[in-house]
């Protein structure tokens, strides 16, 4: 039986690499990574004992050559191509004092521009299809924001108003644009933004784990049957509309108790089901 196909970009590890092996066992794959190194090469086995056959392109996605061989493979793969989960990113530490013009546009050409560059890779076979599914990884720290983090914070705004603009644009092709912002999750690449102890954080931290985003990614089943938002995202399960907007799917302060006169104001958001 063919199966389809899903892109998760950055998938060699953290985030990216959980939700490739959750999606392994539905979807034959192709997967991003920066470099050809032994995390990648766990993942690759990972999924493929779960049933997927893969492929993966290595390199940077800002540069034009990597995004030609990944163009090379959706090519190759466009009839059964249904799912783009966009997550490859990068977040290094910069005062604003030093961050010059160059390193903040490449902080946007890292974490927006190649997003953008991955959905529009993917448009032609998903309108062609009349079906698809686009998801982004974003971040709650553009509600919070945070020191030394301007550059990354203001090209994930960027990117949510991008997620914006094409649910309205692909949803008449039947194909949903959606975004989680995650919240602070644990993963490697955290610790380097808040260096602490493991122990310190498992102690202390309301943090999320990479599963967690992986659990509301691909729930409810079937993944390539239905619109990816939450419950919370229309009066029905499906979308009402005729084109879905992107909702608001993760965020760590999700369950902050608002004011008394908040309150008043708004009904209680539904919750997710658990985990199956």
């Not at 949510?160 to 092709?173: D, K, N, T, V």
């Not at 939450?230 to 009402?240: D, F, K, L, M, Q």
Request: glycine share 6%.
């Amino acid at each position: 039986m063919t199966r389809p196909v899903a892109i998760v970009s950055g998938a060699g590890s953290g985030i990216g690499a959980v939700i490739a092996t959750r999606l392994a066992s539905r979807y034959d794959l192709i997967l991003t990574h920066r470099h050809d190194d032994q995390d990648l090469d766990t993942v690759l086995a990972r999924v493929e004992r779960y049933g997927a056959a893969a492929v993966a392109v290595t390199g940077d996605l800002t540069d034009p050559a990597t995004i030609d061989l990944l163009r090379h493979e959706i090519d190759h793969a466009a009839d059964r191509l249904e799912v783009l989960v966009s997550n490859a990113g990068a977040y290094p530490r910069i005062p604003w004092r030093d961050l010059d013009p160059d390193a903040f546009r490449r902080q946007i050409e890292i974490d927006l521009v190649t997003h953008a560059a991955c959905a529009h890779l993917v448009t032609p076979a998903f309108t062609a299809r009349e079906r698809g599914r686009i998801v982004a990884v974003s971040s709650v720290l553009i509600r919070l924001g945070r020191v030394d983090l301007a550059g990354y914070i203001a090209a994930k705004s960027g990117l949510e108003g991008l997620i914006r603009a094409l649910a309205r644009e692909l949803g008449p092709h039947d194909t949903t644009v959606n975004c989680i912002r995650a919240g602070s999750i644990e993963v490697p690449a955290e610790h380097t933004v808040v260096p602490i102890t493991t122990q310190w954080w498992h102690a202390h931290s309301t943090a999320s784990t990479s599963n967690d985003v992986a659990n509301l990614l691909t729930w409810p089943p079937p993944f390539s049957s239905w619109p990816l938002t939450t419950p919370a995202s229309s009066p029905s399960w499906r979308s009402s509309h005729h084109y879905p907007a992107p909702r608001r799917t993760a965020s760590s302060r999700a369950n902050r108790v608002p004011p008394a006169a908040d309150r008043r104001r708004r009904r209680p958001e539904p919750r997710l089901p658990a985990a199956r």
